[in-house]
């Protein structure tokens, strides 16, 4: 019940429609558990994966995401995060260029 509290519901009634209906279908008991109701309820940042799915999402808007979650993983460190995504330096720095991303700091978390 705190769950559904604590969100803002910016669709509205439609939102907890939606909410509610998902809960019912994935639970497995006679009771809607927290962890039957969708991430942005709980209070979960969704994963870049499920963003993607949820909505229509580019593929550049996507790869400019990862690059950021990558980037802010690896604490800015721009080599290890090239490792990381297993491409070459020079090709991240003109992905970073691309997104203008500030590639002396690590990405804020999402």
Do not use: C
Request: aromatic letters at 4%.
């Amino acid at each position: 019940m705190v769950h559904f509290l604590n969100h803002a519901w910016p669709g509205n009634v439609r939102e907890l429609e939606n909410a509610i209906e998902r809960a019912v279908a994935l639970g497995a008991g006679e009771a809607v558990l927290p962890e039957d109701l969708p991430p942005s309820v709980r209070g979960e940042e969704p994963s870049l994966l499920q963003q993607a799915l949820a909505g229509p999402m580019t593929l550049a808007g996507l790869e400019k995401a990862y690059l950021i979650e990558i980037l802010h993983r690896m604490g800015g460190h721009q080599s290890r995060a090239a490792q990381a995504l297993g491409i070459a330096r020079r090709t991240l720095y003109r992905k970073i260029r691309k997104y203008g991303l500030d590639r002396g700091k690590p990405a804020p978390p999402r």
